[in-house]
Nanobody
Framework: QVQLVESGGGLVQPGGSLRLSCAGS????????MGWYRRAPGKTRELVAT???????NYADSVKGRFTISRDTAKNTVYLQMNSLKPEDTAVYYC?????????WGQGTQVTVSS
């Protein structure tokens, strides 16, 4: 059974930083495409960043230069380092794994950017 558990969310002031973590189990981590998505209040869920098995990364234009996705295969964990946070980054952030023709989601972690 695949499980993804996010952590690291919280309240931060504009311009601040947070690092989200997604710990996984039940899949061959190094072969999965991992991603971070978010859903802001009143909006649909959107892609934030993805990282492929060969560590090729992809980012939404809105976060390029501010967010960095990375993975630690030995720890079965993917990270999202978020810098220069803005109020519009406020959302529930979800971890997703694409593996073996299926997709798996974590439960989400709230990020609130406010002064």
């Amino acid at each position: 059974q695949v499980q993804l558990v996010e952590s690291g969310g919280g309240l931060v002031q504009p311009g601040g930083s947070l690092r989200l973590s997604c710990a996984g189990s039940g899949l061959l981590w190094r072969f999965a495409v991992m991603g971070w998505y978010r859903r802001a209040p009143g909006k649909t869920r959107e892609l934030v960043a993805t990282i492929a098995p060969i560590d090729r990364t992809n980012y939404a234009d809105s976060v390029k230069g501010r967010f960095t996705i990375s993975r630690d295969t030995a720890k079965n964990t993917v990270y999202l380092q978020m810098n220069s946070l803005k109020p519009e980054d406020t959302a529930v952030y979800y971890c997703k794994a694409d593996f073996g023709g299926s997709e798996y989601w974590g439960q989400g972690t709230q990020v609130t950017v406010s002064s």
